[in-house]
């Protein structure tokens, strides 16, 4: 059903069940965000996308407050922008300023939300735990003092195999990602619908089915790829459409370039925009007996043409 909104005193006819955000969005109205992926469940936990509505006592976060009827929305006003800087220097408290040698900078959102909010310094130092070697992984590697809690990983690991190897342990300022039941298996669901069974034989040893989703969706640098660790900057490497030639699914893929080799993976698969294991971190991607697949081939005599 429509219904009238106002945002930014602008007048907007939009439809009942949108959230805040989608109908700004939907309007090109920008509203910043960290925890919120479209594909993903969103949960508002980090209130950098907090708007201002009249009537409600304190700013909303915009990706879970529904839209009203009469709604007069305010995205930019100076309490929403305090609320939003507040909650970012939160993040900043004790986060390791080690964006020069960070695999994920220039292509971080929180190193992006610091500058647009003109975030210098950090109120406190040494706030949190240490929080090091929380778990072991062949394929990815997880920087727990980068990371925000903001849950990403566990829900892409729960969108994909509807139950997470990740969930956050502990509570208040020692908070963490850690392996779900420690010692326990985990039942879950290929993306190609079978099932699976994942034993941990040791407590901090992450054993899935590394389909590398939580580095792709992780937005800053605590998730990441063991073997392009230290091997590329993002503003240094050269983009490519293709599709995965590792199945019959033909996954369309974004790829990236350094020094004449492939390094990392943007996806948009067949199952919800997701990629497998061979599709992420299977060597040489995007390459087929030296050429790059740009177009539809059928393979005759072993060979493609």
């Known amino acids: 059903m429509d219904i009238e909104i106002t945002i930014n005193d602008k007048?907007?006819?939009?439809?009942?069940?949108?959230?805040?955000?989608?109908?700004?969005?939907?309007?090109?109205?920008?509203?910043?965000?960290?925890?919120?992926?479209?594909?993903?469940?969103?949960?508002?936990?980090?209130r950098i996308c907090s708007v201002e509505v009249k009537g409600i006592e304190h700013p909303v976060p915009s990706c879970v407050a529904k839209v009203k009827e009469g709604y007069e929305i305010y995205t930019d006003t100076e309490k929403v922008w305090n609320v939003r800087k507040e909650a970012l220097s939160h993040l900043l408290l004790d986060h390791p300023l080690d964006c020069p040698v960070c695999d994920k900078s220039g292509y971080c959102m929180l190193q992006d939300l610091s500058f647009e909010f003109g975030l210098t310094k950090q109120k406190n130092k040494k706030?949190?735990?240490?929080?090091?070697?929380?778990?072991?992984?062949?394929?990815?590697?997880?920087?727990?003092?980068?990371?925000?809690?903001?849950?990403?990983c566990i829900r892409v690991c729960t969108d994909m195999y509807g139950n997470s190897f990740y969930e956050i342990k502990g509570s208040g300022y020692d908070s963490y990602i850690g392996l779900t039941g420690e010692d326990k298996s985990i039942h879950g669901v290929k993306p190609?619908?079978?099932?699976?069974?994942?034993?941990?034989?040791?407590s901090n040893i992450l054993k899935c089915y590394y389909c590398g989703n939580c580095i792709e969706v992780c937005p800053v640098g605590a998730l990441i790829s063991k073997?392009?660790?230290?091997?590329?900057?993002?503003?240094?490497?050269?983009?490519?459409?293709?599709?995965?030639?590792?199945?019959?699914?033909?996954?369309?893929?974004?790829y990236y370039r350094y020094a004449g080799e492939e390094s990392l993976v943007r996806t948009e698969s067949l199952f919800g925009g997701y990629l497998c294991r061979q599709g992420f971190f299977y060597e040489g991607i995007g390459k087929n007996n030296g050429y790059y697949i740009?177009?539809?081939y059928i393979k005759k005599k072993s060979m493609p043409e």
């Open 11 to 46: 007048k907007l006819i939009t439809k009942t069940g949108l959230t805040i955000l989608e109908a700004a969005s939907q309007a090109g109205i920008k509203i910043p965000t960290l925890c919120y992926l479209k594909r993903l469940r969103p949960i508002g936990s980090c």
């Open 227 to 254: 073997p392009s660790k230290f091997k590329e900057r993002y503003w240094q490497e050269s983009p490519f459409s293709s599709v995965c030639d590792k199945c019959s699914a033909a996954c369309r893929i974004e």
């Open 192 to 202: 190609s619908g079978s099932s699976f069974i994942a034993e941990k034989t040791e």
């Open 127 to 152: 706030l949190y735990p240490d929080r090091t070697n929380i778990f072991k992984s062949e394929y990815i590697e997880y920087m727990a003092t980068r990371c925000i809690l903001c849950s990403r």
């Open 294 to 296: 740009s177009s539809p």
